[in-house]
């Protein structure tokens, strides 16, 4: 099973507007690919330079590198979420995780696998931007205002309080082309035409405020599991370089991201279990929600339904899923950081 689209399937999802490096197959033309996107990561870095600490310089290159922590993992694994979603709105749909990917492929084709591929790329990178940027952001600001000896004393409260405060941002960016992607994999089959028509067809339907009727839930689902994010991950880094002899900076940059990628997926498993339930309301309201209802009434309504034991469905595919996103998110994140000369995440407390 391939587990990213090719150039036929890219299309199929945004239209014209595919990046040039994406046309060429990875057979014959996978060298030229990656120096045309080395070309275009040199256009905005400046590789193993001195960055001041907390400069705009800083925070700049935190955004860029939540870009590309956020955008291309979770766009990788659009089948997985695929098969994920159409479980959470109809659980009597598939008998199975293998079941769904066969009868996916059996029905609709090898290219349906990437359903809202191009949604979820554009949302995620916009979320991965705001995410990491303003995390960096407020942990410094809040940090400045208690005092650095009770940013060290609670540093936990201060990773809980800068990630929400990020998340609650970012998620008025990925909003909209959630329920796009949401909308997109639960209709079968899928709807004709790439993100873009897809996105105005819908704000056209209902106004651009049907965009957002996801946002309450989706708030639910993100917070908690950005705070569990941030915070798991920095203290499971702190406790990695504990237990090691030496101090982190006698590690090499690879070692480093190697603590990084292993501190995310960790912290990927505790996140899937946190937001799961909010994650199969997202997926409900955005399909499920009836004209005139309010966000509360459309929340009781669902959960009538489904039970207590509906809100876990899919959860096992969620926790392989976020596992594998976090850690490769943490990984690319720091391994960005490193390339523009930024130290990594973490340190020995």
């Known amino acids: 099973m391939v587990f990213f689209p090719n150039v036929d399937q890219l299309k199929s999802n945004f239209g014209s507007v595919v990046p040039s490096y994406w046309i060429s197959s990875v057979d014959e033309k996978a060298h030229k690919a990656l120096e045309i996107i080395e070309n275009d990561v040199a256009k905005v870095v400046k590789p193993n330079h001195s960055v001041p600490l907390y400069s705009a310089e800083y925070f700049k290159y935190c955004t860029i590198g939540g870009i590309f922590a956020c955008g291309p993992t979770h766009a990788s694994v659009t089948p997985l979420d695929l098969v994920k979603t159409r479980m959470q709105v109809n659980p009597s749909l598939y008998k199975g995780n293998f079941d769904a990917f066969r009868t996916i492929i059996r029905t609709e084709g090898r290219g349906a696998l990437f359903t809202g591929f191009g949604a979820t790329f554009i949302g995620y990178s916009l979320q991965g931007a705001g995410k990491y940027g303003f995390y960096e952001v407020f942990k410094y600001k809040y940090s400045q205002l208690i005092g ?11 990773f809980l309080a800068a990630s929400a405060s990020a998340e609650f941002l970012a998620d008025i960016l990925l909003c909209p082309w959630e329920a796009v992607k949401v909308k997109t994999q639960a209709t079968i089959p899928p709807i004709k035409g790439n993100v873009f028509s897809v996105f105005a067809k819908t704000a056209g339907e209902g106004g651009l405020s049907t965009l957002y009727r996801g946002l309450v839930p989706l708030w639910a689902r993100q917070i908690p599991y950005t705070m569990v994010k941030f915070a798991t991950f920095e203290n499971t880094v702190i406790a990695i370089y504990n237990q090691l002899p030496h101090e982190k900076e006698d590690y090499s940059k690879l070692a480093q991201t190697g603590v990084s990628f292993l501190g995310g997926y960790i912290a990927g498993i505790f996140c899937a279990i946190v937001s799961h339930p909010a994650d199969v309301m997202v997926s409900k309201v955005n399909t499920d929600r009836q004209a005139g209802e309010s966000m509360g009434q459309a929340m009781g309504r669902i959960y009538g339904k489904i039970g207590f034991s509906g809100l876990w469905t ?36």
């Open 314 to 349: 899919g959860l096992g595919t969620r926790i392989v899923m976020i596992g594998t996103l976090t850690g490769m998110q943490w990984l690319l994140y720091d391994s960005f950081k490193a390339y523009v000369g930024l130290p990594t995440s973490g340190s020995k407390k």
């Open 148 to 158: 650095e000896e009770n940013a060290v004393k609670f540093k936990t409260g201060l």
